[in-house]
């Protein structure tokens, strides 16, 4: 019997090695429930797949590796980590293995960022114009990672002190205010705008139509500057404006978005941009709770 034994403690020490090493996901919050994996299909994208465990409360490995469609110069594809996290759990109270492992598990167990809201796009700078992007969402007060992509934002980066022209994507946590595109509404929860001949987005600070979609036929034209939308393909196919600057000041920047992007685009003026599979997934489930977390790193 004891030597039985200490093969069993062998087997179980090496399972949780094993384990920590590829990845481990997490059910209900008492960690009974079933988990959802992210698997790689025949097109190249990732898609959620339950994963249930034959003992209770028991880990298992799920994390698989997968390369973004659209994948833009200078980034490549992520590894999905397939884990899940408590709802507004504080960071020091999770699980020792996802709190080593989980991507971005400090921005979905911050309670000022995660309370209120079921949805969280979280955007980190991976040096020069290229980023991560990960979408996040809350079901029975678990998160779980629905997908993450390579994509870029500004040609210059980011900052803390966004100024209309200089080519950097403003930091911060934002909510959308708008959805848009040039292509037939995808079946949006907010209203779509489909984009028209005559839609222009004003970015000339002196306008009184400063960071404002308009449309040239009913306004009067005060500006020197601004978007001929429906020029901007396929990058506006489809696009969620962001509430920066909603308030308009003048020089503060203007027109930032999250859209669509294309292989080799190096950069935006500001806007984050991701494949365009992933942003028509985004933009057909975000309501005004979902927010965007802009990061550094």
Known sequence: M????????????????????????????DGTGPG????RTEDGRTEREEITGETAGTPEVAGTTAEA?????GTSGETAAAFEVPAGTAGGELPAAVLEYLPDRDVLSDPEIAADTDQIIVVRGQGGASVRAAYYQE????????????GVWGLNGC??????????????????????????????????????????????????????MVDAS????????????????????????????????????SAIFL?????????????????EPEMKQIIRQADEKTKIVILES
């Open 69 to 73: 469609p659209g994948e833009t110069s």
């Open 218 to 253: 009913q306004v009067e034209k005060d500006w020197d500057s601004a978007e001929h939308l429906i020029e901007v393909d396929p990058y506006y196919n489809y696009a969620l404006s962001l509430t920066y600057n909603e308030e308009a000041v003048p020089g503060k920047g």
């Open 159 to 212: 900052s803390a002190e966004k100024r209309e022209g200089d080519k950097k994507t403003p930091v911060g946590v934002y909510r959308f205010n708008m959805a848009f595109g040039i292509l037939d509404d995808p079946g949006t929860v907010f209203p779509y705008h489909k984009v028209r001949e005559t839609d222009y987005w004003v970015d000339d600070p002196d306008s009184v139509w400063y960071n404002r």
């Open 259 to 275: 859209h669509c992007t294309t292989e080799g685009y190096a950069g935006s003026s500001g806007c984050i941009c991701i494949p």
């Open 2 to 29: 004891k030597r039985r034994n200490r093969k069993k403690a062998v087997f179980f020490i090496a399972a949780a090695i094993l384990a920590a090493a590829a990845g481990i996901s997490y059910g209900a919050e």
């Open 139 to 150: 079901s029975d007060s678990v998160w779980s990672q629905v997908f993450e992509t390579s």
């Open 36 to 39: 959802m994996g992210l698997v």
